[in-house]
């Protein structure tokens, strides 16, 4: 995927002198993510092709939520954005991955990303009737479509979850894909990129991916977390039914794309959600 004839007008236009010096795109779905550097100034661009629905999501979520980040120099200010064109522009934002480097396992890390994910949650809080129904539906067409669960165990999922009750759910801003691969740190500071799965959710939903993954490998890491976020927001019964939500998300969608090692922690993530005594 390249640029758009329109994306390309738009960045002439922000940026006219501007060069490409990297690309940062992640390659599984149609999202470019370019650095740009001009008069010495770095940007990072993102653009969406016709499928991207996270554009979208990013961009409200820099117009909406992301002040208290932003305000500590913790997340990309944003530049220019055209949402008809899915493609905005922020300023570029310092700092090396959490992720694969000595701090994905450090503890401040985790209590800095639970300090921030608090003061991001904290903006609003609305009550919503219908979020747990339209999650079941959500995970209930996952099942009925294309992957590699067993059958038997497609049967039992699907009979679990029609079984859930749906109870009123209150829904908070959420990162959507809260790890360290969207966490970047610099000179000790942890700062936060990729807001492209923003929305409203519940608050225990942010913590799904770091429970997979992080979490799982190194257990001190949880304490570190819920100590900087303030509170666990993780009720049980609630908890044990968005893992399952994301284990089986996990696995249909890595099948879907062809991410072999991701489906497989999601057919693992299935079997430890299974387990949860709440479920």
């Keep these: 995927m390249g640029l758009t004839d329109r994306q390309r007008e738009l ?3 922000w940026l006219p002198s501007a060069e490409i010096v990297q690309d940062h795109s992640w390659g599984v779905i149609g999202t470019l993510v370019l650095e740009l550097v001009q008069d010495g100034d770095r940007y990072i661009a993102k653009a969406g092709d016709e499928a991207d629905h996270h554009l979208a999501r990013e961009l409200r979520a820099h117009r909406e ?31 090396q991955l959490v992720q694969g480097s000595p701090y994905e396992w450090t503890a401040d890390t985790y209590h800095q990303a639970g300090e921030l994910l608090a003061a991001f949650h904290q903006q609003s809080a609305v009550p919503d009737a219908e979020y747990e129904a339209i999650e079941n539906g959500k995970t209930l067409s996952d099942l009925a479509g294309a992957h590699r669960i067993d059958p038997e165990l497609t049967e039992r999922l699907h009979a ?4 859930w009750p749906t109870p009123p759910a209150t829904l908070v801003p959420t990162h959507g894909d809260w790890q360290p691969r969207n966490w970047l740190i610099d000179h000790g500071t942890v700062r936060v990129i990729d807001l492209g799965r ?19 490998t190194e257990p001190t890491l949880d304490p570190a977390f819920i100590e900087g976020y303030g509170k666990d927001p993780r009720e049980p ?27 497989q922690q999601g057919h693992r993530m299935i079997a430890e959600a299974l387990a949860e005594p709440a479920l």
């Design 237 to 263: 019964a609630a908890w044990a039914r968005t893992r399952l939500r994301e284990a089986v998300a996990t696995a249909v969608w890595a099948y879907q794309v062809g991410e072999e090692a991701f489906e």
């Design 198 to 216: 923003a929305d409203l959710r519940p608050a225990y939903t942010d913590l799904a991916r770091l429970a997979a993954q992080q979490f799982r």
């Design 11 to 13: 960045l002439t236009s």
């Design 65 to 95: 939520w992301l002040h208290p980040w932003t305000s500590r120099g913790r997340a990309p200010q944003l530049v220019h954005a055209d949402p008809d064109a899915k493609l905005l522009l922020t300023r570029y934002l310092p700092g």
């Design 160 to 163: 679990i979850i029609t079984a």
